[in-house]
Nanobody, 116 residues
Framework: QVQLVESGGGLVQAGGSLRLSCAAS????????LGWFRQAPGKEREFVAR????????YYADFVKGRFTISRDNAKNTVYLQMNILKPEDTAVYYC?????????WGQGTQVTVSS
């Protein structure tokens, strides 16, 4: 059974940092693109960042460029999202995903709340 489990969310003050982790199990994800979306209350889920299977290619939404960094450890089947200079508008449930093009998997989400 494939599972993606996020952790690392929480409450932080504006300007602070959090590091999200997403551990995958049930298969090897070394050939998958891994990434993060988020969904704020009353809004649609939006793309945040993704990283290629090799880790050599990363792509970010404009609103997180320069603040967030995505990375992965294929030996641990884990993807990370380092979030710095957090803003209240970053408050959302953050979801990790794994995609091979033909198969997509999602985690259950982790809440990030940034207070002003």
């Amino acid at each position: 059974q494939v599972q993606l489990v996020e952790s690392g969310g929480g409450l932080v003050q504006a300007g602070g940092s959090l590091r999200l982790s997403c551990a995958a199990s049930g298969r090897t994800f070394s050939s998958y693109t891994l990434g993060w979306f988020r969904q704020a209350p009353g809004k649609e889920r939006e793309f945040v960042a993704r990283i290629s299977w090799s880790g050599g290619g990363t792509y970010y939404a404009d609103f997180v460029k320069g603040r967030f960094t995505i990375s992965r450890d294929n030996a641990k089947n884990t993807v990370y999202l380092q979030m710095n200079i957090l803003k209240p508008e970053d408050t959302a449930v953050y979801y990790c995903y794994a995609s091979s093009g033909s198969a997509n998997y999602w985690g259950q989400g982790t809440q990030v709340t940034v207070s002003s």
